[in-house]
């Protein structure tokens, strides 16, 4: 009986180590930056939260949206040379403001959080938002030529997601509100609203043509991105219990990315079906 435990033991020890090699790796690769130069003012950084860095014609001024975090952010930070920023943080979320304070001139605009939802989300020493903007409030800015409206969506994945579009590109940058070939986070604590974020995704697709799509996580897309996000919440929604369609649903999104205890399918049915029984 000595020995069966000692193997059980054994085969724990090799499963936790398991487990945390796979933690690690995904973590690595969640934290990996590519830089994309979309055209030679716009530049995408793929990775920890996804950010864009448009920069005027004569380098001057620079609109970062969203810093990303920790090594991800330092990565980002020494490719913006100009030196009148203006920061937009689509959310407060660690992964999209952690770099926030390697700007100490900038000027940030955000959603309207207030200070302990940004400090509960984005931790106490992330810097506080210098601008907010109210629900349904936009506020255009002029970036060398581009024209940048930036608008806040209202209570979706977390209490005001905002998002940016560039008006001459047609770029629309989402944040949080897509994830593209990934499973979304859905946090009670930041406020998340399954039956909210569809309508926003309703209304970003009739608010804005959009030739390019850049996701708060995932690659690079365009409007479509907006309808299989809702597709998503439909389906997980339809799928709340029917053992059929979860085999089903399982299966059309076996190969979309997940993260351990944070996003996957078994999380969206969870998070949605207690959502639904709240709103009883």
Known sequence: MKKVFKLVGLLMVVAIAAGGIYVWQA??????????????????????????????????????????????????????????ITIVNTHDHADHVGGNSLYPQAKIISGDYTKKQWQDDAGK????????????????????????HIYNTGRAHTWND???????????????????????????????????????????????????LVP?????????????????????????????????LKEKYKNYVSFPGMFSISNSLKFIEQERKETK
């Not at 995932?218 to 369609?245: S, T």
């Open 216 to 248: 708060g996580h995932g690659p690079v897309a365009d409007q479509k991105a907006l309808a299989a996000m809702k597709d998503y919440f439909v389906a997980v929604g339809d799928a709340i219990g029917n053992k059929e369609k979860q085999v089903i």
């Open 27 to 84: 973590y690595q690769s969640f934290m990996k930056v590519e830089a994309i130069q979309y055209d030679p003012q716009l530049a995408i950084y793929l990775g920890c939260g996804n950010s864009v860095v448009l920069t005027s014609e004569d380098g001057s001024a620079a609109l970062v949206v969203d810093t990303k975090m920790r090594a991800a952010a330092e990565i980002m930070k020494d490719k913006v040379k100009a030196k009148d």
């Open 125 to 148: 020493a992330s810097r506080y938002p210098d601008i907010t903007l109210k629900s349904g409030e936009e506020k255009v800015l002029k970036i060398g030529s581009e024209t940048v």
């Open 162 to 212: 905002v998002v940016v579009y560039f008006e001459n590109r047609k770029l629309l940058v989402t944040g949080d509100l897509v994830f593209n070939n990934m499973h979304p986070a859905m946090l009670p604590k930041s406020g998340t609203k399954v039956a909210l974020w569809i309508n926003v995704l309703d209304t970003l697709a009739k608010k804005y043509l959009i030739k390019t």
